[in-house]
């Protein structure tokens, strides 16, 4: 088993820029991939950012150029660097593991962008 904490979420104002962590603990050995996932208000859950282990980080096309994804492999964690921050990404952020067997959740950090 995997457990996984977030931590970083917050109100900021469009422009702005807010710093999302993960940290993993367990099975930790087994995790391949780890990622951020996001779901807006009325939304379906969407993939922000994942990087495979020795990998390069991959995004979603909405936020490519303002968001870095990076791996503490050390630390077992995974950041999430946003930048220039929009209402648009405005969501609960959760971060995810996976295994080769199996895929795992953190509880969820709320991440609002307004005025």
């Known amino acids: 088993q995997v457990q996984l904490v977030e931590s970083g979420g917050g109100l900021v104002q469009p422009g702005g820029s807010l710093r999302l962590s993960c940290v993993a603990s367990?099975?930790?050995?087994?995790?391949?991939?780890m990622g951020w996932y996001r779901q807006g208000p009325g939304k379906e859950r969407e993939l922000v950012a994942s990087i495979i282990r020795g990998g390069n980080p991959v995004y979603a096309d909405s936020v490519k150029g303002r968001f870095t994804l990076s791996r503490d492999d050390a630390k077992n964690t995974v950041y999430l660097q946003m930048n220039s921050l929009e209402p648009e990404d405005t969501a609960v952020y959760y971060c995810?593991?996976?295994?080769?067997?199996?895929?795992?959740w953190g509880q969820g950090t709320q991440v609002t962008v307004s005025t």
């Open positions: 995810n593991a996976q295994s080769l067997f199996q895929g795992y």
């Open positions: 367990g099975s930790v050995s087994t995790i391949v991939v």
